[in-house]
Every structure is written in structure tokens, then in C-alpha cells.
């Protein structure tokens, strides 16, 4: 079964730009979780998407957007690029989200921003 | 709300010798408790998971992790390290309150030498 994937991997954008995220779930997969990692502030929850909906959010601005499809493939939208936003975005799957003792999240690759 | 403590971002062993990676949590209800693993440039790959079925908990790799709960604590060790094993660890916790939301630890890196 194929893992979570996430294009692009890298990704250079100018302050004030906009970009957009790609994850694709483990097939099955329908809950998916965002991720922002950085050396300083570390690993953080941005959002989370089950069936389409946000179900719950982290304490990020609201330039940080995301959308889930039909098909429980994510996207996640940043506008009005700043030097702070560049990171690793990580996303993560798991079967409904619930929390449960067999729903564990599972990883891709991660996209790289860098903004200059 | 949780919370993960790491001790000590970074921890050097020598190839063979004990690996022991120290992490403390805090939650109001029952917990459950991750290891990932994160080489460079890579994703999280999980190592192990305390889903409250047993205490010691074994995962993939040789490691393994105990959850004490007098201690609040869900330390990883192995107990011979090898060089492929030099990469950074997370702690995460999550609580069944109808999401899967980790909160996680700032992260060891685990230095192997020679």
C-alpha cells in the first residue's frame, strides 16, 4: 500500500506570494492532518480535515487555509507569504481521526518552503 | 490540554551501548503515547505506540518504551545502537477526546559514534 505522498517536496517563494500544498492519504485514509515543523518553534498542529470538513485547528493565522477533497486528498493554502512561514509542512493520514486506539497517523515526506 | 517534555536535544552514544531517550508527558485523562523517528529530509516514520494494552510497549527496530504512570514518563531504549540509528526522535501524546491530534516534544537527535 502506498504511503502518504506530498508535492512538491521543495518549493522557494517570495514574501508576499501565495502557495499551495498537496497531500495525498494512504488509500482508505480519511482524515488528514497538516503539520508545521521548525527549528524553533518545533512541530505544531495546523488543522485537521475528515469527509470534506475542518474538524479542528491550531492556533495559526488565517493567511493558513486547507481544503479536502472528495477523494480525501488536501490541499493547504498560504497567503501573503512571510519569512516566518518558512518550514516543513508535514502531512499525516489515519483512517477517521478519532483518536482511537488503532487510528494512528502515518507521515509523508514533507514540502520544504523557503521564503524569501 | 497535554503536553511532551524531551530531555536533552541532543544525546550521544557509541555503536553497541545503551540508547535511552527520556520523555515526560502531561494530560489530564489517559493518554496515548508515539515515538517517531525522523531521518533527514524525510517524514515521520513511528516507531512505537502506548495505546494503554500493555506498559512496555515493543516497536520496530529493536526499540521499545515503557509507560510509568506514577512517573508520567515514556522513556525509548535499545539496548545496542547502531549507526543507521543516528536521527531525530519525537515524543507525541494524544488523548481520546475525538481527535487524533499529536502534541509533540521539541525532539532529541540521537548521535552514534564509532
Known amino acids: 500500500k502506498a504511503g502518504v505522498t506530498q508535492t512538491p517536496r521543495y518549493l522557494i517563494k517570495t514574501r508576499g506570494q501565495q502557495v499551495t500544498l498537496s497531500c495525498s492519504p494512504i488509500?482508505?485514509?480519511?482524515?488528514v492532518s497538516w503539520y508545521q515543523q521548525t527549528p524553533g518553534q518545533g512541530l505544531q498542529f495546523l488543522f485537521e480535515?475528515?469527509?470534506?470538513?475542518?474538524?479542528n485547528k491550531g492556533n495559526f493565522p488565517g493567511r493558513f487555509s486547507g481544503r479536502q477533497f472528495s477523494n480525501s486528498r488536501s490541499e493547504m493554502n498560504v497567503s501573503t507569504l512571510e519569512l516566518g512561514d518558512s518550514a516543513l509542512y508535514l502531512c499525516?493520514?489515519?483512517?477517521?481521526?478519532?483518536?482511537?486506539?488503532?487510528?494512528?497517523?502515518?507521515f509523508g515526506p514533507g514540502t520544504r518552503l523557503t521564503v524569501l | 490540554a497535554q503536553s511532551v517534555t524531551q530531555l536533552g536535544s541532543h544525546v550521544s552514544v557509541s555503536e553497541g551501548a545503551l540508547v535511552l531517550l527520556r520523555c515526560n508527558y502531561s494530560s489530564s485523562v489517559p493518554p496515548y503515547l508515539f515515538w517517531y523517528v525522523q531521518y533527514p529530509n524525510q517524514g515521520l516514520q513511528l516507531l512505537l505506540k502506548?495505546?494503554?494494552?500493555?506498559?512496555l510497549v515493543k516497536g520496530i527496530n529493536g526499540f521499545e518504551a515503557e509507560f510509568k504512570k506514577s512517573e508520567t514518563s515514556f522513556h525509548l531504549t535499545k539496548p545496542s545502537a547502531h549507526m543507521s540509528d543516528a536521527a531525530e526522535y519525537f515524543c507525541?501524546?494524544?488523548?481520546?477526546?475525538?481527535?487524533?491530534?499529536?502534541?509533540f516534544g521539541k525532539g532529541t537527535m540521537l548521535l552514534v559514534s564509532p
Open positions: 507525541a501524546v494524544s488523548v481520546e477526546s475525538g481527535y487524533s491530534t499529536l502534541t
Open positions: 488509500s482508505g485514509h480519511r482524515s
Open positions: 499525516a493520514s489515519s483512517l477517521v481521526g478519532t483518536g482511537t486506539s488503532t487510528d494512528t497517523q502515518y
Open positions: 480535515y475528515f469527509s470534506e470538513t475542518q474538524r
Open positions: 502506548y495505546t494503554s494494552a500493555a506498559t
